[in-house]
T-cell receptor, first 110, second 113 residues
Framework: GNSVTQMEGPVTLSEEAFLTINCTYTATGYPSLFWYVQYPGEGLQLLLKATKADDKGSNKGFEATYRKETTSFHLEKGSVQVSDSAVYFCALGYGNKLVFGAGTILRVKS | DAGVIQSPRHEVTEMGQEVTLRCKPISGHNSLFWYRQTMMRGLELLIYFNNNVPIDDSGMPEDRFSAKMPNASFSTLKIQPSEPRDSAVYFC???????????FGQGTRLTVV
């Protein structure tokens, strides 16, 4: 079946540190891949997406590359800010359904 | 764009009472989803609609839960009777039909005491 596995959190970083949140997936066919972010008390917001192998999604300094050979879609940011503290969800989409990972809490301290 | 609008934002109710959560999807979107989020189980898809028709309700936990979409701009999720284990944040999301990219509302935090 379709599933997403994310690295467990919480991830705690100092401001300006480099961020990587790992995400791997299992899927039949060719899904789209997404990263969503959830700030405290809010709903999920789409952060970035990639629809086919080797595509790179990017937004707000975050980026992730759709790697079919390793079935991965790791999220990276070169320099995190305190305002990036949130929960990050990796998801795969097939048809019009999304399958989410468990989420990774990111805490950035000043 | 107003985005997906959910009401109420917070609901506190007593066990055994009926609870109705409301959702207005983004105009023009024809798929609507209801999710439940808890610490223990993460995000769970409860049910989704295409063109107001329920397509998959396999995630609805039990018969106490029901969802309707009487028109393209409104959906409800009802719990009757409510139980403390239903306490969670319930999200509504919408998308264009055939597109997995969904847009989420702010959620309704339900507390059943």
């Amino acid at each position: 079946g379709n599933s997403v596995t994310q690295m467990e959190g919480p991830v705690t970083l100092s401001e300006e540190a480099f961020l990587t949140i790992n995400c791997t997936y299992t899927a039949t066919g060719y899904p789209s891949l997404f990263w969503y972010v959830q700030y405290p008390g809010e709903g999920l917001q789409l952060l970035l997406k990639a629809t086919k192998a080797d595509d790179k999604g990017s937004n707000k300094g975050f980026e992730a590359t759709y790697r079919k050979e390793t079935t991965s879609f790791h999220l990276e940011k070169g320099s995190v800010q305190v305002s990036d503290s949130a929960v990050y969800f990796c998801a795969l989409g097939y048809g019009n359904k999304l399958v989410f990972g468990a989420g990774t809490i990111l805490r950035v301290k000043s | 764009d107003a985005g997906v609008i959910q009401s109420p934002r917070h609901e506190v109710t007593e066990m055994g009472q009926e609870v109705t959560l409301r959702c207005k999807p983004i105009s023009g979107h024809n798929s609507l989803f209801w999710y439940r989020q808890t610490m223990m189980r993460g995000l769970e898809l409860l049910i989704y609609f295409n063109n107001n028709v329920p397509i998959d309700d396999s995630g609805m936990p039990e018969d106490r839960f029901s969802a309707k979409m009487p028109n393209a701009s409104f959906s409800t999720l009802k719990i009757q009777p409510s139980e403390p284990r239903d306490s969670a944040v319930y999200f509504c999301a919408s998308s264009l039909k055939g597109r997995a990219e969904a847009f989420f509302g702010q959620g309704t935090r339900l507390t059943v005491v």
